[in-house]
């Protein structure tokens, strides 16, 4: 290729050549272009300690001051930013047609939520740990009722949207009222604690668009990622933007499991941190010499760590670090699992919760890296933290659990 006037001129390979450059930069999408006219930093990364030491910048077009997150593997499949509310202070008010969920890291406040030309609004109170969902394209304004800054995290919808549509205008400023996702009625903002099957997986799941404290509020029983492992999904406001709460026990870890990209990990409790592999490289990655491909986050409340930052599927496991119970939310975008490609009613499992060896993605503590459980102990010990890690855990069972909704 070579420049002709105001054109690139190309060129037909001849023989056996091929046609283009072969290797090239992967080019800006216009959700990167859009959070880089709003002028405030983008981090970029496999995860980080908090949150709060995110350096932020005035944000003109939504108030406050802010920083936009972009974990790798999430690119392209969902968006994270951090606001900062001054003291007494408010956000601007906006409508967008993307999903967007809350959850608050420091400070209390108020939301208002409306339609447009309609005189009521629903407002509700938030403190740190609410989680809370605005409905597609309702008008909204988050209000500081503290004299010091509140942080709130999002997630969005917004990069999925913004990539196929490519035009902010219609974005922000479409008309149209989804009703079918904002009812209006009094009690749309109650926190809802009834447990139903969520209707894929059958998991725990509870039909709430806000919870008001996500570090302390009650999870059921699910032990599919460690034993006493606790877990429930919160179905906000109709989204497509799939979510859950999980804990791990005191001296306890995960076993590590596979999937494709997407998956963010917060921490809401405790400390501890998450490794995370390619694949490809095995259950074994240290004792095969491949540790050098491993990734490493240690984190506390507010802190983050993208699961697969890969793009194709990653190991990653979670270890609870601290005297308490380690809690976590996972919030995957439009990316709910069990909903992969694939023609209606074609049978599925949950692999990620099922042992390699049974068909699934997940190493059982028999097969796992001896690595990882000698270097639990040694921290666990270092800490002054229990370790309840049984021998038995260590064992090949002769026996499977059963999932008990099938």
Partial sequence: MHEVGDKTHWHEPTGIDRAGIGKFGRPKTPYDLFMESDGIPVFRGVGLKTVLDLPMKPWKRLGGRG????????????????????????????????????????????????????SKKHVFEWQKGSMFSIPVNASHRLVNASSSPAVLIAGTTAPN???????????????????????GADDFYKYKDDIEPDPVRGLAMRRTNFVPDVINCDLPLDN??????????????GNTFYLWIGQHEVGRYSKAHAHTSAAVLICLKGNGYTYTWP????????????????????????GMVSAAPGGARWFHQHFNASKEGFRLTAWFGPHNPGREPGPPGEK??????????????????????????????????????????????????????????A
Wanted: contains cysteine.
């Fill in 67 to 118: 920083t936009y997150i972009q974990l790798y593997g999430t690119e392209g499949k969902w968006g994270c930013y951090v606001v900062e509310i001054p003291g007494a202070g408010a956000l601007n008010p906006e409508k967008h047609v993307y999903e967007e969920v809350y959850l608050v890291a420091e400070g209390r406040g108020t939301t208002e939520v409306w339609l447009d030309n309609d």
């Fill in 161 to 183: 949207l913004m990539n196929l549509i490519n035009n902010t205008d219609f974005i922000f400023n479409v008309p149209y009222q989804f009703k079918d996702r904002f009812s």
């Fill in 224 to 237: 599919r990622r460690s034993v006493g492992w606790r877990r429930v999904e919160p179905f906000m406001t």
């Fill in 279 to 302: 694949e490809r490289n095995g259950v074994t990655p240290w004792k095969d010499g491949k540790a050098d491909e491993v990734k490493r986050v240690d984190y506390e409340p507010f």
């Fill in 348 to 405: 599925h499992t949950d692999y990620t919760a099922m042992d390699i060896p049974e068909g699934g993605s997940a190493i059982p503590y028999y097969m796992e890296d001896p690595y990882l459980r000698e270097e639990f102990a040694a921290k666990l010990k270092a800490e002054g933290a229990e370790n309840r890690m049984e021998p038995d855990f260590y064992k090949k069972g002769t026996v499977v659990p059963k999932f008990v909704g």
